[in-house]
């Protein structure tokens, strides 16, 4: 399975940004869950969104209500909506898959497989 993310770029604090993650070789798309992390250098993954192979989210509370997870398995991709963005927010985006059929991956050893991420900077 490869997964492909793009959309990322620089944007002012407040602004929204959405980005996709592609993902090809897996037939089975619809019955995966989908993840969205995001690391600083020096800093852990951080687990920001989530959506089940049932389409059921989960975000921590840094980005709910700001944040929304979708996905489209016509077309294998998901998508990240960042809206109010922040500064700390500022980061490389990585989306993830887990296993058929499991839970949301929330932590990175639930990960199967990862995108090659894609930068977001928020500026102030």
């Known amino acids: 399975v490869q997964l492909v993310e793009f959309g990322g770029g620089l944007v002012q604090a407040g602004d929204s940004l959405k980005i996709s993650c592609a993902a090809s070789g897996d037939p089975s798309f619809s019955t995966i869950s989908m993840s969205w992390f995001r690391q600083v250098p020096g800093e852990e993954r951080e687990f920001v969104a989530g959506?089940?192979?049932?389409?059921?989210?989960y975000y921590p509370n840094s980005v709910k209500g700001r944040f929304a997870i979708t996905r489209d398995n016509a077309k294998t991709t998901g998508y990240l909506q960042m809206n109010s963005l922040k500064p700390e927010d500022t980061a490389v985006y990585y989306c993830a898959t887990g296993s058929r059929f499991n839970n949301i991956p929330t932590r990175p050893d639930e990960v199967r497989y990862w995108g090659q991420g894609t930068t977001v900077t928020v500026s102030s």
């Open positions: 959506i089940s192979w049932k389409t059921s989210t």
